[in-house]
């Protein structure tokens, strides 16, 4: 079995003449290189940006605040039209890939308050029609809020590229490095580590701001 979007010639015509297209076909499989699929994924998101773009909004922003919309990008998904976007809230910007959010304070200027922001560039801030499930996310909040501080974990272990977390009187869940570590990073010292029990997620906080991560391996799973 291969992975046909990992082939230098996906959706060409040579792909649909190739045998993993259909078994009577040639073998056509040849391996892309990270930068031509690289190439192939900014292609692929620009495409659904364009496709869901609500308005361009001109106007001065403050250094810091772009700094922080740049950090937050790479934590949305370019192949979800949810996920594009990075949501601007009355204090803070947040942004999820479906696996974990995560929300930064900042000064966020009154116009772009509620919007759901794809870019910013040459002091134009681009709107998504599409954008997250802030209600959903904030039940999220709501819950983690009324967590007994006594069911909070600071036991935490890495082993390889996973992140073991023991709740108290709960069995161990285990995290992928890739999602925990630019958010750790992001939070910087993380003061506050609580699992919701709702549906597993587990929650990080600190004086930058919060995060949810949902485990690759729970109790509920």
């Not at 909040?141 to 023991?166: C, D, H, M, P, Q």
């Amino acid at each position: 079995m291969v992975d046909c979007e990992a082939c230098v010639n996906y959706e060409s015509n040579m792909c649909v003449e190739c045998e993993h297209y259909d078994y009577f076909r040639e073998d056509y499989y040849e391996e892309a290189t990270p930068e031509l699929i690289a190439k192939r994924e900014a292609e692929y998101r620009k495409r659904l940006e364009e496709s869901v773009i609500d308005e361009e909004i001109r106007m001065d922003l403050p250094q810091e605040f772009i700094d922080i919309f740049n950090r937050l990008k790479k934590f949305t998904a370019g192949d979800n039209p949810k996920f594009l976007a990075v949501y601007a809230g009355e204090t803070s910007l947040m942004a999820s890939n479906g696996f974990s959010v995560i929300e930064l304070k900042c000064v966020v200027p009154n116009e772009l308050r509620g919007k759901h922001i794809l870019c910013i560039e040459n002091n134009t801030v681009t709107t998504s029609t599409e954008g997250l499930p802030i209600e959903k996310i904030n039940k999220l909040w709501v819950t983690a809020n009324k967590i007994e501080k006594s069911k909070w974990s600071t036991f935490l272990l890495k082993i390889g590229k996973r992140y073991y977390l023991k709740p108290i009187n709960q069995p161990h869940i285990i995290f992928d490095s890739e999602l925990w570590d630019p958010i750790t990073e992001e939070l910087g010292n993380v003061d506050i580590l609580g699992y919701t029990g709702e549906r597993d997620p587990v929650l990080l906080v600190s004086d930058k701001g919060r995060a949810f991560i949902l485990p690759i391996y729970s109790p509920s799973n």
